[in-house]
């Protein structure tokens, strides 16, 4: 099974950017995705790329300021975040749907997770 580890994440103020990587143990020729969760929340999908990144979609609540990117010669996964605002403040977790290689929203479609970065946006 692929092993995922995201790194990138922090502390940053309202309006400014991050980019969360997510390394893959091997190959990824998959679908990917990015999910978070917020405190007392549940896990929310955010971004997922098709496994040539030919496509992707975004939730509605981070259309036009972040951006999933991959690059499968070097097995990583990226969420470029900018205009960050208090309500994206939550643990980042980037997920693999193995066998599949389309979009998916739905976080139980996914196999394999990375134990999740911690994004905290506040002044």
């Known amino acids: 099974q692929v092993q995922l580890v995201e790194s990138g994440g922090g502390l940053v103020q309202p309006g400014g950017s991050l980019r969360l990587s997510c390394a893959a143990s091997g190959r990824t020729w998959n679908a990917m995705g990015w999910f978070r969760q917020g405190s007392g929340k549940e896990r929310e999908f955010v971004a997922a790329?098709?496994?040539?990144?030919?496509?992707?979609d975004y939730a509605d609540s981070v259309k036009g300021r972040f951006t999933i990117s991959r690059d499968n010669a070097e097995n990583m996964l990226y969420l470029q975040m900018s205009s960050l605002k208090p309500e994206d403040t939550a643990i980042y977790y980037c997920?693999?749907?193995?066998?599949?290689?389309?979009?998916?929203?739905?976080?139980?479609?996914?196999?394999?997770w990375g134990q999740g970065t911690q994004v905290t946006v506040s002044s």
């Open positions: 997920a693999v749907r193995q066998y599949y290689r389309h979009i998916s929203y739905d976080a139980r479609d996914y196999t394999s």
């Open positions: 790329i098709t496994w040539n990144g030919g496509s992707t």
